[in-house]
């Protein structure tokens, strides 16, 4: 399997200069290594007596963690846990959850985090990051200033807390999505945690229940709408600018009428991503295309011998149903045009014209320019010239007509991908081909269908992706049992690759072809892809149930490869200001990745210890 094995040599050779001593020491969360220091170490930094005898390793370090997290019943308590041992030694609690990525990342993140955040005033013990306050806008530079850390940060991840994981408007305690994304950047995308900040733009809240509540520690008001709202953004976007003009800024949990609208403001004018949008559409569309290519590959070995070729195996040669036409799917059919519009080069009108958005008033139809608040959802209206009804068309009878390829559901409709629906997608098929189906709606509860009766209703055919986890379904196909590895379209699998490509080339913005190169990559890492049993004779194919995506397990090697494909672009296209990639644009593609897949080797942090030299002049904190 093509994964890079990261060795970041530069950083396990380097001895670091420490100027902090004793108790100083042992409480900053970067610097401490609690029993791990030396015997040379401890009397160098005054630390006998503070430490018990015994020296640790940090594998023994995190058995003791990984044994004291076991003891915690619930998810909510050992995101309580892991949050205290962060806040401690970051070392040892990047290194645990190394250790243990799969198990652990719903801990620190979705679905547990929503729990963390929703009881954020009441948990609270410590800073998390840089809250900025509407109240305080005045004094917003200084504060700002106060947390860069001397300009030295790769990342930036804020919110404004209105949509958060499902759960809406958080106020403050959005924070937590920004420390939760910050933390999968550097444990899935190898970012430095010292180099990265989270941040909540507090504006006040409109949860009547955090305004209500006494113990509430932001702003206690109605959230600020309108030009108001609009200044106070774009006036901590010109200080990123200013002093940080390197810097990917990550937005995340915006709300709808706000998301799109800043994304496609700053866009052109810093390196700017919003996961919520463009990481959803680059994994929904790596999961495609796995699936094009798996779909490909079964009618080619259908039709072979025969001698007849296979054709139709483009983006923009499928047919897309996006059941949910909010932000999420806007998002995901979004993506998918733009990618056939690089990759195909088809117009965006032609592209367009491929799907059929439904909302929970039926497929989006106008008979003119349809009168929307967000002009991207504009895009996706069917005319009714084509014999479609406004607000009169359900998802069954837009499958018939249509008869798309692939089929996706964000619309959190349980159920709504039943068996009239899914045969009635099998039978607009061609011979061979896979129906590809992605019911992505969170959590499990309230997806469009489960995996299993997906695919006993298409005999076993169905290429599926989920956007919860799902165990592997195990069913009778051709006389033998057949185990498929249902997909995780989870966006961590390629977010944190995204921002280290940009991070790496130092972007001037995060391009559409950028994150098609990303996407690209993932879907050549797919299992199902590897697996290709047929060689140069495709009559020999059988798909045998392998999952569209890599395990989550491989996160961290998977984002590394994408990370190198993303930060390929950036140089090939020009975007890329890093010094060092000024002289590649005129090497070849082999050339520019031999060398990107050094930096990236160099840059790439791991959570190890290096040695200590007290030096008066040295490394105080961050």
């Known amino acids: 399997m093509p994964l890079s094995s990261v060795k970041p040599a530069a950083q396990l050779s380097n001895v670091l200069k420490i100027a902090l001593r004793g108790q100083s020491l042992l ?88 729990d963390a955040i929703a009881s954020y005033s009441h948990q609270f013990r410590r800073s998390e990051g840089l809250y900025l306050s509407f109240p305080n806008r005045d004094t917003m530079e200084q504060d700002f200033l106060d947390q860069i850390r001397g300009g030295d940060i790769d990342l930036l991840v804020c919110t404004d807390s209105e949509a958060i994981l499902g759960i809406g408007d958080q106020g403050v305690g959005g924070v937590g999505i920004s420390t939760a994304k910050a933390a999968l950047y550097s444990l899935i995308g190898g970012l430095d945690p010292a180099k990265t900040l989270s941040i909540v733009l507090d504006v006040g809240t409109n949860n009547e229940d955090l305004l209500k509540d006494p113990l509430y520690i932001g702003w206690r008001n109605k959230r600020i709408e309108g030009k108001e709202y609009d200044i106070f953004i774009d006036k901590f976007v010109q200080l990123v600018r200013k002093h940080l003009p390197n810097t990917l800024l990550h937005f995340e949990d915006f709300g709808v009428k706000n998301a799109r609208r800043i994304l496609e403001r700053y866009h052109d004018t810093h390196a700017v991503f919003n996961d919520d949008i463009q990481g959803t559409g680059a994994i929904s569309l790596a999961c495609v295309m796995a699936g094009i290519g798996v779909s490909r590959r079964s009618r080619a070995a259908v039709k072979s011998p025969t001698g007849t070729s296979v054709t139709n195996d483009r983006l923009s040669d499928q047919r897309y149903v996006v059941f949910g036409a909010g932000s999420a799917g806007l998002g995901i059919a979004t993506r998918l045009r733009d990618a056939m519009v690089a990759a195909d080069g088809i117009s965006v009108e032609e592209a367009n014209k491929r799907f ?27 005319k009714e010239e084509e014999g479609w009804k ?82 592997r379904v195990e069913m009778e196909y051709k006389g033998r049992t057949i185990g498929y590895d249902i997909a995780e379209c989870n ?14 080339s130092k972007s001037r913005c995060m391009t559409d072809t950028m994150l098609l190169a990303g996407a690209k990559k993932l879907a050549s ?20 149930g392998e999952s569209l995506m890599p395990d989550f397990a491989n996160a961290p090697k998977v984002n590394f490869e994408i990370a190198v494909a993303v930060a390929g672009q950036a140089i090939q296209e020009g975007s890329a200001r890093a010094e060092w990639a000024q002289d590649l644009k005129a090497k070849g593609r082999e050339e520019v990745e031999k060398i990107v897949r050094e930096k990236a080797g160099e840059k790439v942090w791991v959570p190890v210890y290096y040695e200590y030299e007290y030096d008066k002049k040295g490394l105080e904190d961050i």
Not at 491 to 504: E, K, S
Not at 526 to 532: E, F, G, Q, R, V
Request: proline share 7%.
């Open 27 to 114: 409480t900053s969360p970067r610097l401490n290594k609690g029993t791990a220091f030396s015997v040379t170490e401890r009397k160098a930094f005054g630390l006998d007596g503070r430490l018990p005898y015994r020296v640790n390793t940090l594998d023994e370090q995190c058995q003791r963690a990984y044994e004291q997290l076991q003891t915690r019943e619930t998810p909510i308590a050992k995101n309580l846990f892991l949050t205290s041992l962060k806040a401690q030694n970051w070392t040892l609690y990047y290194s645990l959850l190394s250790k243990h990525v799969k198990e652990l990342v719903p801990i620190i993140y979705t679905p547990t985090e929503a």
């Open 356 to 382: 059929w958005m439904i909302d929970r008033d039926g497929l989006l139809v106008a008979k003119e320019n349809p009168k929307e608040s967000d002009p991207a959802r504009a895009h996706f209206y069917r």
């Open 390 to 471: 406004a607000g009169k068309t359900g998802l069954l009878e837009v499958i018939k007509q249509a008869q798309p390829t692939v089929l996706v559901g964000c619309s959190t409709s349980a159920g709504a991908f039943d068996e009239k629906v899914i045969k009635a997608m099998s039978n607009g098929l061609e011979e061979g081909a896979r129906p590809i189906i992605l019911p992505l709606s969170n959590p499990s509860r309230l997806c469009e269908a489960k995996p299993e009766d997906l695919l006993k209703w298409t005999n076993g055919q169905a290429l599926v992706a989920t956007g919860s986890p799902f165990p």
């Open 491 to 504: 966006n961590a699998l390629i977010y944190p690759g995204l921002g280290f490509g940009a991070v790496l």
């Open 525 to 544: 890492l797919s299992p199902a892809i590897l697996a290709d049993n047929s060689k140069d004779d495709l009559s020999d194919y059988e798909y045998k």
